[in-house]
Every structure is written in structure tokens, then in C-alpha cells.
């Protein structure tokens, strides 16, 4: 199944792809405050759900831009066409696809596509995360000198705020513990 998922993602990459060339006919449409969803996000998932669909037509699907369809299956894929649609409609090139799949609620699988790069994240429970073909391994630093912690930038201060507050907390808990 990951291999699908992973045909599907590059597919949903193409199409990104192709209109990152062309942003400035690109059509907006803002679903809420700093929240917004475009023709190529719709195009994205389209074709990912059919890519998914062809090969898997009893699974069911939870998407950001179509919603839900046969959720209580057995196996749902969880779709995130381009997960970070306000840098793309920027031209900041900092997204990618994301599709996840639980079986019985449970994430089982998942595959991050990189677009811009042609960078591929996976993970498979039990057997570990990829980059590419590269094997991911949790870092082995026992200090939080020199991490990055968090980042990001938002225009409304109290979420920026509560964010902060957030990240200080988890490096805080983290400290205590050492």
C-alpha cells in the first residue's frame, strides 16, 4: 500500500508543480482566516483519491478539501493534498503532499512528498521512517543547546503568543526531566 500512496503523492507533486510555474493566474479562495484553498490544492487531492481508488475502491477517505467518504471503512486515508497552501500561493517553496492510512483508526503508514526537492519521507509502523531510501534515526543529543525548538510566524499576535507559550512549556518539561 505504500508504494500506491507513494505513486499517488508524486502524481499530486506534478500537478503542484506545473502551477507553481504560473502563480500569478493561480484563483484564491480563503476558507477562513489565514486559511485558504486554491484550484490546485482540489486538483492535488483529486488526483491523489483516484490514484488510491483505482487500486484500493473499498477504502475510504478523510480530506482536507473534499471531506469525508466511506470514513468508518476499515482503511481510510487521511490526505492533506498540499499541506501548506499559504507558502505555496506565496511562492515560498516550504510544502508538500501528506497522505497518511489507518487501519481500524490506527496510523499505519504514511508518505510526505516534497514537490520542490523531490524529497520523499515515509514511515511504516514498526519498521521505521525513510528519507528517500536513507533511514531516519532520532538524533542523539541530551540537551536542548543548539535544537531548533519551533518556528514560524503568524500575523495574529495572540496565536503567535500561545504558540510561544507552547513551545516554552514543552522545553521546559524537557529541561526538567534531564
Known sequence: MLNVAIK???????????????????QVDRKQHN?????????????????????YPSH????????ARNADAEY????DPLDGTTNFIHGFPQYAVSIALAVNGVTQQAVVY??????LFTATRGAGAYLDR??????TQDRLAGWLQCCGSERNSSWRDCRWHS??????????KL
Open 8 to 26: 499517488a503523492a508524486r502524481r499530486a507533486g506534478t500537478v503542484i508543480n506545473r502551477a507553481s510555474l504560473n502563480l500569478e493566474r493561480l
Open 35 to 55: 486559511d485558504f484553498v486554491t484550484e490546485v490544492d482540489k486538483q492535488a487531492e483529486a488526483a491523489i483519491i483516484e490514484t488510491l481508488s483505482e487500486a
Open 60 to 67: 475510504g477517505f478523510l480530506a482536507e478539501e473534499t471531506g
Open 76 to 79: 481510510v486515508w487521511i490526505i
Open 114 to 119: 516534497d514537490p520542490t526537492r523531490d524529497e
Open 134 to 139: 536513507r533511514r531516519l534515526r532520532v538524533a
Open 167 to 176: 513551545c516554552t512549556s514543552i522545553a521546559s518539561g524537557f529541561t526538567q
